[in-house]
């Protein structure tokens, strides 16, 4: 199966498991994914949001045998589960932290059927990541044995994946406590849910998305030169108009102003970060718009 794929293991997310008969109602009325339409074996991309609409913590969640497994960054996992264990009451759950392998498996060929259970992988678990739209699946496993570990370093090419999709994620790529979810795209890729019932923070989250309020938003930045690292500001006529990301070579996820950008591509003023000229391009998987646009460059 491994000889088919390109793989890397993160050694710096966690997974957190709720499960009980309440599990899938608790979380329902707690975070920002429709839990109710999640697939056995998907994962979507969530949030925990303040009552205020910000973004608390951002995870993925996936569902299998009735039971979520929320994938997040280890070093805000213990801080999430108290937060959950708070909104608990009397639900019949229970939340708790496994010490599980991650390892994030780039399928070659799609058509190649995945196979969950082996004699040597009796509590490996896989699900495909729903944010990503490739050609190519994006496969997450946990509980890898051992002659499943990659032995050749693929983080870049997962950093590229995500910065052409435009996959934001906290710590690189923007503050917790700093953002909206449509700030970080996630009305574009299935993070967010305007149909379920109320969940913490969605009357904010429901103006937002009916005024169409938006101003800034991820897209990618294209450097003429090997960009800066992340956090480092994007000016336009010596103001900052947004922060760079994640960071690949020349190209890197940019939180900007998009209202600001359109400014200045229409003043025909330039758009740096630490003097490197920048272009931007509205990521692949979403279906916003700068000027008419679906998708397509945008010169600063």
Known sequence: MTENYDRITLNDRTLVTVSGPDAAHFLQTVVT?????????????????????KVLFDFLIGQQDKSFFIDIRSETAAAFIKRLSLYRLRANIEIHKDNHTVAYIFLRKPALPVEKKSENSDNMLVFNDKRIIKKDSIIRMYNIKEFFQPSVNYRQKWDIIRIENGIAESGTDFELGDVFPHNINYDQINGLSF????YIGQEVISRMQHRSTTRRRILVATGTAPLPPAGTIIEADSKPIGTLGTVASTKAIALVRIDRIKAMMDAG?????NGIPLTFSIPANAHFSLSGQKTGEVKG
């Open 33 to 53: 994914t429709d839990v109710d339409h999640i697939g056995d074996g998907d994962m979507f991309p969530g949030a925990l949001l303040s009552p205020q609409g």
């Open 195 to 198: 149909k379920k019932g109320c």
């Open 269 to 273: 003023s330039p758009i740096t970060a």
